[in-house]
C-alpha cells in the first residue's frame, strides 16, 4: 500500500483504509485541480468528477460540503434552500481551517472536523467517479454509493 509524503494526502489514505472499502489514491504527477484536469488526467468524463466545494453558512458560521459533477455549477439559492440558510463561498483560511485542505484539493472525507454534506444527485448516474485525495496532483476512485456511505451526504439536486 502507498505511503505519502503530504501529511493530508495521508490522512486522505488512512480514511479510505478505515473504511476497509480497498480504495486507494492515486498520484497523477501533474495537477488536476480543475474537473477538467481531472478529468483529462484520469480518463473520463468531466460529469465523473465528484467537486468537493466548501460554503459557509451565513448564520451560523458552520462549514457545508457540496460535491457536485465536475460538469455542474452549484445552484447556491437552491442549496441554501435544502439547508434553510443562505449559503456564501468560503475563502481559502475558512476551507483549511474547517476541512484541513487547501482549496483544489479539498477530499470528501478525511476533515478536520465533521461536515454537513450534500452529494450532488446527477453523480448517482455513473458506475465510477473520481474525486480529490487531499492534493491537487491526487484523485481516488469510487462509486456513488460508496460516496453516499462514506460522507453520509444528503443526495440532492444542486443545479
Known sequence: MPEFSSQTVQRVQDALRALGRGH???DLGLSARTAADAA????????QIAKSLVFRLRDSGRALLVITSGAHRVDEK???AVVG?????????FVRAETGFAIGGVAPIGHAKPIVT???EH?????AIW???????????LTPDDLVAMTGGRVVAVK
Open 24 to 26: 486507494e489514491v492515486t
Open 40 to 47: 483529462a488526467a484520469v480518463g473520463c468524463q468531466v460529469d
Open 78 to 80: 437552491k442549496v441554501a
Open 85 to 93: 440558510e443562505a449559503i456564501e463561498r468560503a475563502d481559502a483560511d
Open 118 to 120: 450534500l452529494i450532488d
Open 123 to 127: 453523480l448517482l448516474r455513473w458506475d
Open 131 to 141: 474525486a480529490a485525495a487531499g492534493h491537487p496532483n491526487t484523485v481516488f476512485r
